[in-house]
């Protein structure tokens, strides 16, 4: 029953933050500043998530690390979202009985 | 054009966006299923608590409350610092809303706040359809809550080079969103390599490695998208392409 409490304190915390600004804004936001942080947020905590969580991730970092590589020069050849995963996880599967 | 086949199209087109999204989520949740065993959450818990709540950080911070009995306060304050982002995507979306769209798409777009839903809806031009959004949700909430179940029911099942294998999928994922941005804007490309190197700077310093990761990512975010904003301003159009 804790337990069910807990979750529900978890579920409804995080529908809080999500919902808020959506009741709140309404309108298109003037401040430049404000509208360039909203531009470059995404991007940027994508990123901060991505490495190095990536080989800590893995049973060996150096499969992880290798993985992150070979994942940004296939997007770079414009590959899509599921390839891109695809290869990644290969990269550390074969890595990983190599090293 | 809004004909009912046109928007069933849509909502398929979200579905299929939404496969790699999900496929991704279901080997991530699976682990994130073996994180909530340790805390003594039943597989139904485990399955509603990752439907309705939807966040990978968030949850795994939440399970570690629940296995401490660290008191509802403290749920609710880490809750709050693994998953504020997604405040600031919100408020990110909201510059891509139809003024005319309907009042309750708002509260049911808000579900759907992840951090790959977001980038797959920021990355369609023009404004937010609702109905790509919905689309996109469904495999990802049903793959990520069914992830979580079977992490639960049978967690130590998987040889461990497989796990290993999997849990990558979800960074596979982030690389082929920030990527193509990047190669086309240099702030944005600048802003990537930047939050690679402090990234890895905090999470391996003695001083700052004590951290958690969700902390860190609030930290470095403000600070890295605060500093382009303020030395490179976008111009008008671009917020919106």
Redesign the interface.
């Given at each position: 029953m804790?337990?069910?409490?807990?979750?529900l304190?978890?579920?409804g915390?995080?529908?809080l933050?999500?919902?808020?600004?959506?009741?709140l804004?309404?309108?298109?936001?003037k401040s430049?500043?404000?509208?360039?942080?909203?531009?470059?947020?995404?991007?940027?905590?994508?990123?901060?998530?991505?490495?190095?969580?990536?080989m800590?991730?893995?049973?060996?970092p150096l499969?992880?690390l290798a993985?992150?590589l070979a994942?940004?020069v296939?997007?770079?050849f414009?590959?899509?979202?599921?390839p891109?995963?695809?290869?990644?996880?290969?990269?550390?599967?074969v890595l990983?009985?190599i090293l | 054009m809004d004909t009912k086949i046109h928007r069933y199209r849509t909502f398929l087109l979200g579905v299929r966006?939404g496969?790699?999204?999900g496929?991704?989520y279901f080997a991530v949740s699976f682990s994130l299923g073996i994180v909530a065993k340790l805390s003594?959450?039943?597989g139904a818990?485990g399955f509603?608590?990752s439907l309705?709540?939807?966040?990978s950080?968030?949850?795994y911070a939440?399970f570690l409350?629940?296995r401490e009995?660290a008191g509802?306060l403290n749920?609710?304050l880490m809750?709050?610092l693994a998953?504020?982002?997604?405040?600031?995507?919100?408020?990110?979306?909201?510059?891509r809303f139809d003024?005319e769209m309907k009042f309750r798409h708002?509260?049911l777009?808000?579900?759907g706040?992840t951090?790959?839903i977001?980038?797959?809806n920021?990355a369609r031009p023009g404004y937010v359809d609702p109905r790509y959004s919905y689309g996109l949700f469904v495999l990802p909430a049903i793959l990520w809550s069914s992830g979580t179940l079977l992490g639960i029911l049978m967690g130590n099942l998987l040889p461990?080079?497989?796990v290993?294998?999997?849990?990558?999928?979800?960074?596979?994922?982030?690389?082929?969103?920030?990527?193509?941005?990047?190669?086309k804007n240099r702030?944005?490309l600048g802003?990537?390599l930047a939050?690679?190197a402090?990234?890895?700077l905090f999470?391996?310093l003695p001083a700052l490695s004590g951290i958690d990761?969700g902390t860190?990512?609030l930290i470095?975010?403000v600070i890295?998208?605060?500093a382009?904003?303020?030395l490179?301003?976008?111009k008008e159009d671009?917020?919106h392409a």
């Amino acid at each position: 029953m804790r337990n069910v409490l807990y979750i529900l304190v978890m579920a409804g915390t995080t529908y809080l933050i999500r919902v808020l600004p959506m009741l709140l804004l309404r309108r298109e936001i003037k401040s430049r500043f404000i509208r360039s942080f909203l531009f470059y947020i995404p991007y940027v905590t994508l990123a901060v998530m991505t490495f190095p969580a990536i080989m800590d991730a893995c049973e060996k970092p150096l499969a992880g690390l290798a993985a992150l590589l070979a994942g940004v020069v296939l997007a770079l050849f414009g590959a899509g979202l599921f390839p891109v995963a695809v290869v990644s996880c290969v990269a550390v599967y074969v890595l990983e009985l190599i090293l | 054009m809004d004909t009912k086949i046109h928007r069933y199209r849509t909502f398929l087109l979200g579905v299929r966006d939404g496969f790699p999204i999900g496929a991704g989520y279901f080997a991530v949740s699976f682990s994130l299923g073996i994180v909530a065993k340790l805390s003594g959450i039943t597989g139904a818990q485990g399955f509603f608590a990752s439907l309705f709540t939807m966040a990978s950080a968030g949850e795994y911070a939440g399970f570690l409350v629940v296995r401490e009995d660290a008191g509802f306060l403290n749920m609710m304050l880490m809750t709050l610092l693994a998953s504020c982002r997604y405040f600031l995507m919100s408020c990110a979306l909201t510059q891509r809303f139809d003024p005319e769209m309907k009042f309750r798409h708002r509260l049911l777009l808000a579900l759907g706040v992840t951090d790959e839903i977001f980038g797959a809806n920021i990355a369609r031009p023009g404004y937010v359809d609702p109905r790509y959004s919905y689309g996109l949700f469904v495999l990802p909430a049903i793959l990520w809550s069914s992830g979580t179940l079977l992490g639960i029911l049978m967690g130590n099942l998987l040889p461990a080079n497989i796990v290993s294998a999997l849990s990558v999928a979800i960074y596979g994922m982030f690389v082929a969103i920030i990527i193509p941005p990047a190669k086309k804007n240099r702030v944005i490309l600048g802003c990537v390599l930047a939050s690679f190197a402090l990234s890895f700077l905090f999470s391996r310093l003695p001083a700052l490695s004590g951290i958690d990761s969700g902390t860190r990512i609030l930290i470095l975010s403000v600070i890295i998208a605060g500093a382009a904003a303020l030395l490179f301003p976008v111009k008008e159009d671009a917020a919106h392409a």
